[in-house]
């Protein structure tokens, strides 16, 4: 059993940032691979970030309308992954939750890969 913790969230105006942190249960966090997803209002949850670790390299992966404003990061040795986001837009506004996949593999956008989720953390984003 894996439990993840959502903090971070918050208000704020467009074209500020805040900081995601997701911190998780389970001795083999390494081998998790680690996500975080969106839900805004009325829309399903869509796919944000990834990151996976290997002994040889940290890999990152994003959805497009976030690459070069969000970046994932972990700390395997503190159990935790983080989401910098920054240059917030309105539409980023939205519950943000943090996913593990311990299945293997090197990721996935779809919810349904994801073994275990947080509770979420609200962000809005006021224009």
């Known amino acids: 059993q894996v439990q993840l913790v959502e903090s971070g969230g918050g208000l704020v105006q467009a074209g500020g940032s805040l900081r995601l942190s997701c911190a998780a249960s389970?001795?083999?966090?390494?081998?998790?691979?680690m996500g975080w997803f969106r839900q805004a209002p009325g829309k399903e949850r869509e796919f944000v970030a990834a990151?996976?670790?290997?002994?040889?390299?940290?890999?990152?992966y994003y959805e497009d309308s976030v690459k070069g404003r969000f970046t994932i990061s972990r700390d395997n040795a503190k159990n935790m992954v983080w989401l910098q986001m920054n240059s917030l837009k309105p539409e980023d506004t939205a519950v943000y939750y943090c996913?593990?996949?311990?299945?293997?593999?090197?990721?996935?956008?779809?919810?349904?890969?994801?073994?275990?989720w947080g509770q979420g953390t609200q962000v809005t984003v006021s224009s």
């Open positions: 996913a593990a996949s311990i299945s293997g593999g090197t990721y996935s956008t779809q919810v349904s890969w994801y073994d275990y």
């Open positions: 389970g001795r083999t966090f390494s081998m998790y691979v």
């Open positions: 990151v996976r670790w290997s002994r040889f390299t940290t890999t990152s």
